[in-house]
């Protein structure tokens, strides 16, 4: 068991956040306890309020890692277009499959509602899509986002996160219905919308 001289050494918030991605997903968002993780982390109950101001700016930190690793995860397959969009899309289910109560934190209405800018790694994950997108569709060249952002394209980026999110939702909660054959997933992940 760590002992209280672990927040001391400055590893508490790595520690609460590793603690947290691994009760996640056993007990879900809305049962998990700060105080709880902090009392098995060895410091005390009020410690965690040192590196979070509330236990939203906790989950919040939860989902900007989960955004992180889901980056990690798709950015080996961006410098290939089209091809990497197709792999990005396995990816991104795959990384779903594997972290259904991380990916719903991610997605839910808590994250909206955080300050700008207090979840970074959700903006840079898609923005790897919408670039990877456009580099696959040759609108690299289109100028940039709203944001100044070069080479991204918007509508494909759009598209293609909302078409991905509503396959993962499908398979994470069960919702194909069980009397009928099984899709094939990794193709359905692997297949990218195109607009005309």
């Known amino acids: 068991m760590k002992t209280a001289d672990t927040y001391h050494h400055g590893h508490l918030r790595a520690e609460l956040i590793r603690r947290g991605l691994e009760a996640l997903e056993v007990e879900g968002a809305d049962r998990m306890s700060l105080r709880l993780l902090a009392e098995q982390a060895g410091v005390s109950k009020t410690a965690p309020y040192r590196h979070f101001r509330n236990r939203d700016e906790y989950l919040g930190a939860l989902a900007d890692e989960g955004f992180r690793l889901l980056h990690l995860s798709l950015e080996s397959f961006a410098k290939d277009g089209p091809d990497g969009v197709s792999a990005m899309g396995r990816a991104y289910m795959d990384f779903?499959?594997?972290?259904?109560?991380?990916?719903?934190?991610?997605?839910?209405?808590?994250?909206?509602?955080?300050?700008?800018?207090?979840?970074?790694?959700?903006?840079?994950?898609?923005?790897?899509?919408?670039?990877?997108?456009?580099?696959?569709?040759?609108?690299?060249?289109?100028?940039?986002?709203?944001?100044?952002?070069?080479?991204?394209?918007?509508?494909?980026?759009?598209?293609?996160?909302?078409?991905?999110?509503?396959?993962?939702?499908?398979?994470?909660?069960?919702?194909?219905?069980?009397?009928?054959?099984?899709?094939?997933?990794?193709?359905?992940a692997s297949t990218v919308p195109h607009l005309d």
């Open 96 to 188: 779903a499959v594997s972290h259904p109560a991380l990916y719903r934190l991610m997605n839910s209405p808590l994250v909206c509602a955080m300050p700008e800018g207090s979840i970074p790694w959700a903006r840079r994950s898609l923005m790897l899509l919408g670039q990877t997108l456009s580099r696959g569709t040759g609108a690299e060249d289109s100028g940039t986002d709203s944001g100044g952002n070069p080479g991204f394209d918007t509508n494909a980026a759009a598209a293609t996160w909302a078409y991905i999110h509503g396959l993962v939702l499908v398979r994470i909660d069960g919702l194909f219905p069980a009397d009928l054959p099984a899709p094939d997933w990794n193709l359905l």
